[in-house]
């Protein structure tokens, strides 16, 4: 009987050396000698870095860890792990100073002060879709903490919402900014760490972690990148680490925020979407109702068509004879 371990089961080891040659062709393409990327402490990074040092070797491959105010201090700790354990040369650049000298803190907090009275620095805070369960437009609460430990849950009207992104997303293009600086002094391409889930359903910033010049694992559904990380070895404390967007001050996982569904429902989801099976056929191999899996797949669709925008380039007018 399949199962939906079945159907998101790849070989492992074939992938990896059909990954480790599409890079090393590919730079080869863009005359680029190695690749820079960010290492987050989580499963994406962990692996692509792991990848690039099997198809590249260590000296090829530099790492970068960017903390900030709002970052889960494990992440730090395990970006540097990983790069101890592929034996890459690795840097640690705070980001926090840059995003205060933007403002990202200050009007990420006054966004979140006109929704929350008494809300400033000294709190943490999250943000989190409505339910799951809920077949309107997505909505979105905020989720604060006063420092004496008293709660709050608001909704987010749409201008508060979009003022918390437009300032949080200084965060990924600062970051990107950083790794294109060190790609520029060491002559190196930055490779880009967004899995297929990500990757297909727009969850990324435009010219943040969207930019790169290599996405070498954003073919793979989030579960094959796990059997990845099991045949590259990575550390059993990444393998076992939740998935985490490491954003907002408060602990937030990707399902609050974007997919609604953990990862494993949700790539058995897209799976579904992508190859035609009725909701009822992935509802019984996920053990969720079908009119769950039915909500995912109208979602999915919802997503590509909304965030069609993140993968365009710039518009043109006309085509530039010599160009492209």
């Given at each position: 009987m399949t199962t939906a371990t079945d159907l998101l089961r790849i070989d492992a080891a074939a992938e990896c050396t059909k990954i480790g040659a599409a890079m090393r062709?590919?730079?080869?393409?863009?005359?680029?000698?190695?690749?820079?990327?960010?290492?987050?402490?989580?499963i994406d990074s962990?692996?692509?870095?792991?990848?690039?040092?099997r198809a590249l070797g260590p000296e090829r491959v530099f790492g970068l860890c960017m903390p900030e105010a709002d970052s889960d201090p494990e992440s730090l700790e395990?970006?540097?792990?990983?790069?101890?354990?592929?034996?890459?040369?690795?840097?640690v650049e705070d980001i926090a100073p840059a995003l205060a000298a933007l403002g990202c803190y200050r009007r990420r907090?006054?966004?979140?002060?006109?929704?929350?009275?008494?809300?400033?620095?000294s709190w943490k805070f999250k943000l989190v879709l409505g339910d799951a369960a809920d077949n309107r437009l997505n909505f979105f609460y905020v989720v604060a903490r006063s420092p004496a430990g008293a709660q709050v849950r608001?909704?987010?009207?749409?201008?508060?919402?979009?003022?918390?992104?437009?300032?949080?997303?200084?965060?990924?293009?600062?970051?990107?900014?950083?790794?294109?600086?060190?790609?520029?002094?060491?002559?190196?391409?930055?490779?880009?760490?967004?899995?297929?889930?990500?990757f297909d359903q727009g969850f990324f910033v435009k010219q943040g972690d969207g930019a790169?010049?290599?996405k070498p694992?954003?073919?793979?559904?989030?579960?094959?990148?796990?059997q990845l990380a099991e045949e590259l070895g990575i550390p059993?404390?990444?393998?076992?680490?939740?998935?985490?967007?490491?954003?907002?001050?408060?602990?937030?996982g990707q399902d609050e925020f974007y997919f609604k569904l953990p990862y494993d429902k949700m790539d058995l989801c897209l799976y579904g979407k992508n190859h035609g099976l009725p909701a009822a056929e992935v509802a019984a191999l996920g053990g969720m109702p079908t009119d769950a899996v039915e909500r995912a797949y109208k979602e999915i669709d919802t997503k590509r068509s909304t965030t069609r925008y993140q993968h365009l380039g710039p518009l043109l007018v006309q085509d530039i004879p010599g160009v492209g």
């Open positions: 062709r590919q730079l080869l393409q863009i005359r680029r000698k190695g690749l820079v990327l960010g290492l987050s402490g989580g962990s692996v692509t870095a792991a990848l690039a040092v395990l970006g540097s792990l990983v790069a101890r354990h592929l034996g890459i040369r690795h840097e907090n006054e966004a979140v002060a006109s929704v929350v009275p008494g809300f400033d620095e608001e909704r987010l009207p749409l201008d508060a919402y979009l003022a918390v992104l437009a300032a949080t997303n200084f965060k990924q293009r600062v970051r990107k900014m950083v790794e294109y600086h060190w790609a520029d002094r060491l002559n190196f391409a930055v490779a880009g760490t967004p899995n297929r889930l990500e790169a010049d290599l694992i954003a073919h793979l559904y989030k579960s094959q990148v796990y059993e404390r990444i393998r076992r680490r939740p998935p985490s967007t490491d954003t907002y001050s408060l602990p937030q």
